[in-house]
C-alpha cells in the first residue's frame, strides 16, 4: 500500500463520513492524480473509491440504528446521505431490510 493510500486509510477510519467527500478530493488529500489514485485504490481494497466509500458510510449507519435512538433522517446525514430516500434504498440494497425494521429487530433482541 502506498504511503498516501495509508494515510488515507487511517484517516477515514471511525466516524469521518459524515461529509460528502469526492474521489477527486480524496485523491488530493493523498498527493496523487485521479488516475493513479484510482488505480491504485483498487489495487489495495479490492474495491473503486466510490463504492468503498458507500460500504463505508452504510456500515456506520448500521451501527448507529442499531446503537443508538437517533432519527433514521439524522443518521442519514451524520453519515454522509443527503437524501433519506436514497439512504434508505442504497440500505436495503445492502442490507435486506429498511433501517427502522432492523432497528425493530435488533431491539426485540437487546
Same mark, same amino acid.
Given at each position: 500500500?502506498?504511503?498516501?493510500?495509508?494515510?488515507?486509510?487511517?484517516?477515514?477510519?471511525?466516524?469521518?463520513?459524515?461529509?460528502?467527500?469526492?474521489?477527486?478530493?480524496?485523491? $488530493?488529500?493523498?498527493?496523487? !492524480?485521479?488516475?493513479? #489514485?484510482?488505480?491504485? %485504490? +483498487?489495487? @489495495?481494497?479490492?474495491? =473503486? /473509491?466510490?463504492?468503498?466509500?458507500?460500504?463505508?458510510?452504510?456500515?456506520?449507519?448500521?451501527?448507529?440504528?442499531?446503537?443508538?435512538?437517533?432519527?433514521?433522517?439524522?443518521?442519514?446525514? $451524520?453519515?454522509?446521505?443527503? !437524501?433519506?430516500?436514497? #439512504?434508505?434504498?442504497? %440500505? +436495503?440494497? @445492502?442490507?435486506?431490510? =429498511? /433501517?427502522?425494521?432492523?432497528?425493530?429487530?435488533?431491539?426485540?433482541?437487546?
Amino acid at each position: 500500500m502506498s504511503a498516501g493510500l495509508r494515510i488515507l486509510s487511517s484517516g477515514l477510519s471511525g466516524n469521518r463520513f459524515s461529509s460528502n467527500i469526492t474521489v477527486k478530493q480524496l485523491a $488530493e488529500r493523498t498527493h496523487r !492524480n485521479l488516475t493513479a #489514485f484510482k488505480q491504485d %485504490f +483498487r489495487r @489495495t481494497f479490492h474495491d =473503486t /473509491p466510490h463504492r468503498w466509500l458507500l460500504k463505508q458510510r452504510l456500515l456506520q449507519a448500521r451501527f448507529l440504528i442499531i446503537g443508538t435512538q437517533l432519527p433514521i433522517g439524522r443518521i442519514a446525514t $451524520e453519515t454522509g446521505f443527503d !437524501n433519506v430516500s436514497h #439512504f434508505i434504498k442504497l %440500505f +436495503r440494497q @445492502t442490507y435486506p431490510m =429498511t /433501517p427502522l425494521a432492523l432497528r425493530k429487530t435488533k431491539r426485540g433482541k437487546l
